[in-house]
């Protein structure tokens, strides 16, 4: 089995910061692109930001230049440093990870549990 857990949520004030993590674990072979999606009250999920396995890395045009992706591949961890917080950003956040659990299939998709970030005064 393959979990993602996610931490560092909260309440924030507008122009605040937070920093998520997600850690994978269990039986891996190896993580390709891991990545962080949003969902806010009334809203479909929606993609946020992801990073491969190279670092390559790709925002969704209203966090450019205030939310941070990096990652740790010797721990299997990805990294959200959200800044300049907006009342907007308001949603539960969801990691997501492609997955291999093994060399011979193909990667599975992991979602973690999700961690609500509030952005209010």
């Known amino acids: 089995q393959v979990q993602l857990v996610e931490s560092g949520g909260g309440l924030v004030q507008p122009g605040g910061s937070l920093r998520l993590s997600c850690s994978a674990s269990?039986?891996?072979?190896?993580?390709?692109?891991m990545g962080w999606y949003r969902q806010a009250p009334g809203k479909e999920r929606e993609f946020v930001v992801g990073?491969?396995?190279?670092?390559?890395?790709n925002y969704v045009d209203s966090v450019k230049g205030r939310f941070t992706i990096s990652r740790d591949n010797a721990k299997n961890t990805v990294y959200l440093q959200m800044n300049s917080l907006k009342p907007e950003d308001t949603a539960v956040y969801y990691c997501?990870?492609?997955?291999?659990?093994?060399?011979?299939?193909?990667?599975?998709?992991?979602w973690g549990q999700g961690t609500q970030v509030t952005v209010s005064s």
């Open positions: 997501n990870a492609r997955i291999n659990t093994t060399p011979y299939e193909l990667a599975n998709n992991y």
């Open positions: 269990g039986s891996i072979f190896s993580v390709g692109t």
């Open positions: 990073i491969t396995s190279g670092g390559v890395t």
